[in-house]
């Protein structure tokens, strides 16, 4: 079966960098686009980009452009999402999910990691 | 701020059907196809609807879709209590080359 396995909760300290993974099994890993989303406590769903697993190709919502970054590894089925300069505002549970289809005009996501919680905090 | 607009809660009694809207634009909804997620409490979001229409499979048929314009709607009919959590709808939006997700809306079953 689909899943994706994030790494566990952090906590990081203002301006630092934060790394979360998101192994991804059941499914060939270069077939889908990997997403990342966020949701900080009590708030909605944030989509913060895409990467496609295959090339590497990558798209940011404007927001994180400049601060985040998507890789991934295909030798382990493993995708990355990197975002720099923390701050309190990026206080989270951070999602990767995947891409059902790469058609935007059908673009939706058809499984979700479980989350992994991030605190930015002195 | 999310550019797809949802009414912030609904309610029903078991039994009832509620109905959640979802407006957006001519860039998101008005041309690509708008799914529904699903948020139980403290768990990741689940796919409830996509392609305006379609369940998953798993997905009981008590939940459905409908776009019309650059609005959508998702109805629960029969509400059971386990369908108390927060629902959002999404859509690619072509203008800002991303995926949007609507304010959410949350479902209380009384």
């Known amino acids: 079966q689909v899943q994706l396995v994030q790494s566990g909760a952090e906590v990081k300290q203002p301006g630092a960098s934060l790394k979360v993974s998101c192994k991804a099994s059941g499914y060939t890993f270069t077939n889908h686009d990997i997403n990342w989303v966020r949701q900080a406590t009590g708030q909605g769903l944030e989509w913060m980009g895409w990467m496609n697993s295959n090339t590497g190709y990558t798209g940011y919502t404007q927001k994180f452009q400049g601060r985040v970054t998507m890789t991934r590894d295909t030798s382990i089925n493993t995708a990355y999402m990197e975002l720099s300069s923390l701050r309190s505002e990026d206080t989270a549970v951070y999602y990767c999910?995947?891409?059902?289809?790469?058609?935007?005009?059908?673009?939706?996501?058809?499984?979700w990691g479980q989350g992994s919680l991030v605190a930015v905090s002195s | 701020q999310s550019v797809l607009t949802q009414p912030p809660s609904a309610s029903g009694t078991p039994g009832q059907r509620v109905t959640i809207s979802c407006s957006g634009s001519?860039?998101?909804?008005?041309?690509?196809?708008v799914n529904w997620y699903q948020q139980l409490p403290g768990t990741a979001p689940k796919l409830l609807i996509h392609s305006n229409d379609q369940r998953p499979s798993g997905v009981p048929d008590r939940f459905s879709g409908s776009k019309s314009g650059t609005s959508a709607s998702l109805a629960i009919s029969g509400l059971q209590s386990e369908d108390e959590a927060d629902y959002y709808c999404?859509?690619?939006?072509?203008?800002?080359?991303?995926?949007?997700f609507g304010t959410g809306t949350k479902v209380t079953v009384v």
């Open positions: 999404a859509a690619w939006d072509d203008s800002l080359n991303g995926y949007v």
């Open positions: 001519s860039s998101n909804i008005g041309t690509n196809t």
């Open positions: 999910a995947r891409a059902a289809v790469g058609a935007t005009t059908l673009y939706h996501f058809d499984y």
